[in-house]
């Protein structure tokens, strides 16, 4: 258990540094709303992999394949609508970056 | 001004263009969060409003509610009077010879079709069967079916001179609890004796067979006089094997079912006697002299379900009940509710599982279907004729109540997130919850090729 809270926190980790230095080199704008779908995302994708996990640890494979389905197309939609809006931001605050004019 | 703009042939202005582009976006984006927030918003005000039509019915509906049983979660009027014995569905296999010559012809012809299936059925699981059931058959004899005053549920077993002083009646809880979990039960609470729960006459089944005295009927009906006069009831839950309660309704399941037996009577037994070693007159039952379900809700272990059965938080109802009642002051625990009535209100799987029709689709009432419910509880009835009909057909007992039930599920973080989800209000998302718990392939019934693969698991 311990193990796992453990590679949780890691992959949290990971991923906020990840996630700075994308902000940092793409000079991308994040907001509350872009942090917000960030978050959620992680929780979500943290969600379906654990869902999965757990359905196939108790032999129900069809629990399994279908949970994974739906709660991972529901994340995918959130990081699409995350990332779109980030890029979105970012092209305002930074208009020069597509030399508009 | 760079006029490298970036749609190449647009006649707008660069600036133009870009403030066309904001609000096209702007206007998409109103009616893409416009969208989401109406779907959310009809989901939760649908489930609100059905969650307070549901206050406000029982509101409306006014029943009074019978003396002392006010905080009691499930409904009980002043027409719930204690049930003969007699009339429960096994006993009355002993003496209404109408309905058994009904049940037995109408049966037979449905048994030969069932007979032809053969996994589950064979002798490798019928002997697993057998042997779930043999320590209640040698110890409890005939107590599944009511018959009072086994070996192991006996009246009058021998209690120590010594009485144990307890601090107080916490004190005595917190240590008949440790006990009883560590002698086997899988869940513990103690309720009050309640005599609206005992029986009002018991059925004692005639076992020996005298050729000399041809007795008109095989039984005596006597009155539930007990050696002392019991003041608290522990209430243990046994849980049954997860995977074998899902092949109902074969002999595989059976063996669970018999195996809960067999295990109430050694976990009943076994806490009865720890009592009387403390010096507390102390005996166990199971079917034999009182309702269990109703002590088990008192005793805070769950709510009564739809199907008839008590619904645990930990095991859904996978369980198997009994009691021991003593003479020692306990301090009872409160009746706890989890969501279950309001969930079963829009759920009705068991009802769509069983195979017999046994299971109310209906509101629920305070009125029986047959002579073997007993009317003034306000709930959903179950029609026992129709369900022993199936047992005698199938050639062994069901559980597809319980094999279909959403809560029904192995104890890991994923089923403990979802039930306690389905403790919020709201008839959409509970119907919405059995329906993907349909989907993602839980609660199947006549399963043959699980029945098949039963020995080949570890």
């Known amino acids: 258990m311990e193990f796992l809270w453990s590679l949780i926190g890691a992959m949290a980790v990971l991923l906020i540094c990840g996630l700075r230095s994308w902000i940092k080199k793409g000079k991308k704008k994040v907001t509350f709303f872009s942090w917000l779908g960030i978050f959620v995302f992680f929780l979500l994708a943290l969600f379906s992999t654990a869902w999965m996990i757990s359905c196939f640890i108790e032999g129900e494979t069809r629990a399994a394949v279908i949970g994974f389905s739906i709660f991972g197309t529901v994340t995918m939609v959130i990081f699409a609508i995350t990332r779109k809006k980030i890029l979105k931001d970012s092209k305002t605050r930074y208009p020069s970056a597509r030399g508009a004019y | 001004m760079k006029n490298d703009n970036l749609n190449k042939g647009s006649c707008l202005t660069p600036c133009e263009e870009k403030k066309c582009v904001r609000e096209k976006l702007n206007r998409r ?63 009355r296999q002993l003496w209404d010879h109408d309905f058994v010559k009904k049940i037995e012809s109408e049966a037979a012809v449905r048994r030969v079709a069932l007979s032809k299936r053969e996994k589950g059925w064979r002798q490798l699981d019928r002997a697993l069967n057998a042997a779930g059931w043999a320590l209640d ?46 002698l086997g039960a899988s869940l513990v609470g103690i309720a009050r004796y309640n005599p609206l729960w005992t029986y009002s006459r018991l059925v004692k089944e005639n076992l020996e067979n005298d050729p000399d005295e041809q007795k008109k009927e095989k039984f005596d009906l006597i009155k539930p006089e007990f050696p002392f006069t019991p003041k608290s009831v522990v209430v243990i839950a046994v849980e049954m094997d997860y995977k074998a309660i899902a092949l109902s309704p074969s002999s595989l399941e059976g063996a669970a079912t018999g195996l809960g037996y067999s295990q109430m009577c050694a976990v009943g037994y076994s806490v009865s006697t720890f009592t009387r070693r403390l010096g507390y007159r102390a005996f166990a039952n199971g079917n034999d002299i009182s309702l269990s379900v109703p002590y088990a809700v008192e005793a805070g272990l769950g709510e009564l379900g739809r199907n008839g059965l008590l619904i645990t938080p930990e095991f859904g109802p996978r369980v198997r009940l009994v009691k021991v009642f003593t003479e020692l002051d306990i301090k009872p625990d409160r009746c706890e509710t989890f969501g279950v009535w309001e969930f079963c209100k829009s759920c009705q799987r068991c009802a769509e599982s069983c195979p017999a029709n046994a299971i109310s689709f209906e509101k629920p009432t305070t009125e029986g279907t047959t002579i073997s419910n007993n009317p003034g509880v306000f709930k959903w009835y179950i029609n026992p004729e129709k369900c022993i009909q199936f047992w005698i057909e199938n050639g062994s007992d069901c559980a597809n109540c319980i094999t279909a039930c959403p809560y029904n599920k192995p104890d890991m973080w994923h089923h403990q997130l979802m039930a306690a989800a389905a403790g919020f209000p709201g008839a959409p998302l509970h119907t919405i919850m059995a329906k993907m718990d349909k989907l993602f392939g839980y609660g199947n019934t006549f399963d043959i090729k699980a029945n098949a693969a039963f020995w080949e698991e570890n």
């Open chain 2, 137 to 182: 058959h040698q110890f409890a004899t005939g107590s599944e079916n009511g018959q009072p005053m086994s070996p192991a549920y006996d009246w009058n077993g021998p209690v120590s001179d010594r009485k144990y002083q307890f601090n107080n009646p916490e004190d005595a809880a917190k240590k008949i609890k440790k006990a009883a979990r560590f």
């Open chain 2, 29 to 91: 984006q109103f009616f893409g969060a416009a969208a989401a927030v109406g779907a959310a918003g009809t989901v939760l005000a649908s489930s609100l409003i059905s969650g307070c039509k549901a206050k406000l019915a029982e509101e409306i509906r006014k029943i009074p509610r019978k003396k002392g049983m006010e905080n009691f979660p499930v409904l009980i009027t002043e027409k719930c009077k204690p049930m003969d014995q007699k009339n429960t569905i096994f006993c």
